[in-house]
């Protein structure tokens, strides 16, 4: 195998001055354990990695459940055993966990790389893992009594709250003095600003607010700005780096794109919170200022995908890892499905009047989480695993075949839904018959998907089985990912 | 640095967009006590409220359209079908949903707390949010009421049916599914017989399901019963 060249300049030099470091040696040639990364600390990604996937597995076995509970009449018996909405509670705390955990893994992962010297206290990353799954666990278990604080998505009791407030104070901790005490790149600057704002953000949706209207005014700005704000940053800062690692492309390039694109994904989705305020009781000019706002949000998730598209011409580099590559291109075009695509079709006033609160946005949440989080969570764990296990060498086929399961699963399943919101809207909401008679004409509609979720899970398991048990491919005969 | 431009267009474009959005947050606060007749919020609404967050009602239906699409929105429940039906729904609905295609659990919610859920439900159907949902449209008429009208001319008894009967019933395929439809009713019952099941159902149907409509006029049960009787 030959030595890299195409590390870019700010990481060589640094290396040069520190390879006799206790650390390690150059980037990714040295072996810490088994693994081949050059912090030993940046071992701790690992369980966070694992956990998230065991998660992701769980909340789809659960997503099967709800999809069946649509398309099928549950007796009475088991609706008051089981109620619906706790098995959906437990789908959706289990996606939000799992992001992250995965967010928060990539980041442990990255920052030792970036500021160049060890996490500041790998205990205290592991006693926040204990902390932040153990609630989680707890959380869930408690789902199923009903012991929640009611809200949806946000449906954690008030006292595991702290705890997860805790969670997060220790991993902004843990991660500020590294990054304190280390060289400090604009990604890192851009991910611990994201931190922040997401962990601040937690705060608004843990009171009891009489008014419904204020009620629902605060829980979007966790929702919302979670996922068009904080995460966006985040995830931004994340594939930053592993665009750098994978393309060897300058790093001057890829952060002025990261300005730029955080600027824009913050200028449009501050104010853009608005079209969540249409129908809720509050005044009539965020029907102005959340349609414009949120429209133009499509804006820099098309300038992420030139992006990262530019990245591969311009430089003309060759890319020498195409699992991580294909995933990256994916979160790209499924952002711009699923967030970009999806999420204007319904976000002027006009239409969403009709299809607020109605399956089409269920089939906009899921094709925008996968495409925008789930895909990117990916992209970091086939970067940082192969590392971590201390693979040098795997065949492809198996990790892109995962990546296309997958992704048609999505695609199909999101399809399904939005079919089923179209039949809803019509029936329920312009012919005007009622609820039911709709969810009787959509119930097929739910056996497919039922079946894509099949395709789902099979893919993940694909998927997880190979990032976590794939072997070492020596044989040079093979064409396969090279790490270097 | 060379990319400082673009960390000023960056902290530009966030303070911009950041000042409008807290301004119109403060705004919002200024307006919504107007928007949402706050004064009528009572503490027996608030208790509703706390019902409501308690017996985790949000994780199956919606409310001002947030929350789970599994059953039907309860934004304007309380216009659609009343205190009555509101409470035949929270403490029996193993009965009052029994041939439905999807069920309502028990939660065990006693005579006392359904109270205050109805308090809690009137107070949200006063929220002045746009008239939202299109199906309980108060402005213009919900495109249910149309299509009733299309078919059968607005008379009076059709125009009380409407409002006080059609979020449980239906006609012509426009209405709830809470109660049977009501196409051929007159090929079952006569106009006095209407009248009565109204007021008491169980005098008409023994064991009915459906909650006496007390709140509906002695001329409104006339009318409405002249119009279902021409149903056949
Ligand atoms: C990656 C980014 C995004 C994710 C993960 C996401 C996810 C979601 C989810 C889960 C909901 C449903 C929340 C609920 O009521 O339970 C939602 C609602 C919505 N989203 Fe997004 N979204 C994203 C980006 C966008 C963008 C860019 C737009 C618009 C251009 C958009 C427009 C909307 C609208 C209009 C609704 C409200 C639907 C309704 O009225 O019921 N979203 N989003
Ligand atoms: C086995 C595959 C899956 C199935 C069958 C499934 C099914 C469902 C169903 C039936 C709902 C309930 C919608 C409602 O209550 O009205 C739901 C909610 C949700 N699921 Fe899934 N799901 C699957 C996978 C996923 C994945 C991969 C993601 C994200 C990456 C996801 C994210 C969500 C979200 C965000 C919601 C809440 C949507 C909203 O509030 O609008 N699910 N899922
Ligand atoms: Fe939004």
Redesign the pocket.
Known sequence: MEQTSKVDASVATATTTQTADAAGGAIGRTRVGTALVPYASQRVAYWYFVIALALFGL??LV??W??AS?AFTMPQGLENALPYGMT?AI??NL?VLWLLLGFMGGTYYLVPEEAQREIYSVKLAYLQLIALVGTGVTAIVGFLFGWTQGK??LEIPVPLDFVVVLGALIFLFNVGMTVLRGKKTAILGMLLGGLVFLALLYIFGMPFYRNLTIDWYYWWWVVHLWVEGAWELVTASILAFVLIKVTGVQRKVVEKYLYLETALFLFTGLAGTGHHYYWIGAPDVWLWVGAIFSAMEVLPIIAMVIDAFLTKRHEGYVIKDKVVWTFCMGTAIGHLIGAGVWGFAHTLPQINYYTHGS?I??SH??MA??GA??LLNFAMFWYAIPRLRGITRYKPSLAIGGFWIMSLA?IG?GLAMAVAGVIQVYVERVLGQGFMTAQLHMQLW?KV??F??VV??AGLAMTAWTMLKGRQEDSTEVEAVEIV | MVNRNAFFIFLAGTLISLAIFLGLTWDTHRQVNALTHADKLSEEVVAGKHVWAGKNCNECHTILGFG???APDLTKVYKRIGAAGIKAAVLQPEVTFKNSIRHMPNLGVTEEQATQLVAYFEWVSNIDNNDWPPQDRQAGQSAAQRRLEGSAGLSAGAAAFKEKCMGCHSIGGAGGSIGPALDKVGTKFDAATITKLIGDPPSVVPGSRMPPQTGVSAADRQAIAEFLAQQK
């Open positions: 909340q789809l997503g099967l709800l999809a649509y959906r789908h959706t996606l949806p998505i399956q946005t269920a949440g899921h989480f996968f989080y789930a999505v399943l739910f998907v039922m894509f979720g789902l899970i | 789970v699409y599994y």
